[in-house]
Structures are given as C-alpha cells and as structure tokens.
C-alpha cells in the first residue's frame, strides 16, 4: 500500500534552534497536512496544504506542498519547550474514484526542546 | 463544543476478553474513522465508515469490528483480546474527508 517516509524519527534541539522535518511519498496525494500529538493526547491540525508548490505559514510554522506532490516539510522557528510532542505528516489518499478522505500518515518526528 | 469523545480513556484486557471502544462526535460529520498507534510506527487504518449504515476496511481490521447506525457514533468492538491488540486506538472524523480529521483522545488498551 502507499506509504510515507518521514524524517527524521526523532530530533533533540536547544530552545531557539529552528527545526526542519519532511515527508516523501512513492505517490502523488492533493493534500498534504501536519498534525502534532501532545503526549497523552490525539493529533491536532497544524496545518494543510491544498496545492502543488503552496507554502503556507502559522506563527512560527511553515509548511510546503511540493511541486511534484510526493513530498512536504514542515519548518518551526524559534522553537520553544512547548513544541515538544511527535509530528505527523499525512496525505489525502486518492486512490479510486470515490473520495473516502482515507488519510495516510508518516511514522512521526519525536521533537524534544532543551530549554 | 465536544468534538470527538472517546471512552474509556484507559482500559486492561485479559487474552480472550471481548470490549467495545466507544466514539462520538457532535460536528455532523458523515466520514469517521479508526487508527491504532503503535510506538514509532505512526497511525494505522483499522476501519472507516462514509455514512451512517456503510463501514468499511482499512489496512489493519483483522481481529475488530465496527457498526455505524448513526451519524453520530462509530464504536469498535474488540472481540477475543490478543496481546498484538495493545495500542492505542484514535477515532477521527471529518467532513467528506477534506480540511483533514478532528481526533478524539484516544483509548489506551493493554491486553494482558
């Protein structure tokens, strides 16, 4: 099935630091989104992306839909201790012509904030 | 505004023993979903319904079932626990599947 590649696993940065993530797919999805999960918690939406080359910012947040559509990164500037959590990348599946809004989600990046 | 309610937040299970995860949502919205997480292993499709009476497979349904009589709720019934089945389950929904999920809180199930 399809699949996503993210990376990396896991990141361990000093407060302030900036922090880049990505996602690359063997195929092709019209939307791309970034969740994060808070320990304990479900996955919240940070942000989505709705077409090839959008790149779309919340606060400190930026996201980039990529021209061939197979990938997207995710950047946090300045980062802060309350960034920490694990971030998800995931693309709107479009396999088939009915639209069953399947998700499919990369394995995660572990975010960790040295204060 | 509740969102995705999911219950029991935590729950143990013996090998053999049946249990139904229960999920509402008060949004209206028609496509639902189920996803276990597995550490290091992001968010697995276990089953999805587009509307009330209509349920269907995702990549991983072997050992559940699910039902959808109404828009609102979408339970997962665990029936003969195996260790494999310990995770942590999130339900999730979405209008027709666009502008991504609202997730619940999750259920964290141990089967001992």
């Known amino acids: 099935g399809q699949q996503l590649n993210q990376s990396p696993q896991s990141m361990f940065i000093q407060e302030g630091e900036d922090v880049s993530m990505n996602c690359t797919s063997s195929s092709i999805f019209n939307t791309w989104l970034w969740y994060k999960q808070d320990p304990g918690e479900g996955p919240v939406l940070l942000i989505a992306l709705y077409k090839a080359g959008e790149l779309t910012s919340n606060g400190r947040l930026t996201a980039q839909f990529g021209i061939t559509r197979k990938d997207s990164f995710l950047n946090i500037s300045a980062s802060i201790p309350s960034d920490v959590g694990i971030y998800f990348c995931?693309?709107?599946?479009?396999?088939?012509?009915?639209?069953?809004?399947?998700?499919?989600f990369g394995q995660g990046t572990t975010l960790q904030v040295k204060p | 505004n509740a969102g995705v309610t999911q219950t029991p937040k935590f729950r143990i299970l013996k090998i053999g023993q049946s249990m139904t995860l229960q999920c509402t949502q008060d949004?209206?919205?028609?496509?639902m979903y189920w996803y276990r997480q597995d550490p290091g292993m992001g968010l697995k499709l276990i089953y999805y319904s587009v509307g009330a009476g209509i349920t269907d497979k995702g990549e991983v349904p072997n050992g559940y079932n699910v039902s959808r009589s109404t828009t609102e709720d979408f339970p997962l019934r665990l029936e003969l626990a195996a260790p494999s089945q310990t995770s942590v389950y999130f339900c999730?929904?979405?209008?027709?599947?666009?502008?991504?999920?609202?997730f619940g809180s999750g259920t964290r199930l141990t089967v001992v």
């Open positions: 995931a693309g709107l599946d479009l396999m088939g012509s009915s639209n069953t809004g399947k998700l499919i």
């Open positions: 999730a929904s979405s209008y027709r599947g666009k502008h991504g999920y609202t």
């Open positions: 949004m209206n919205h028609n496509y």
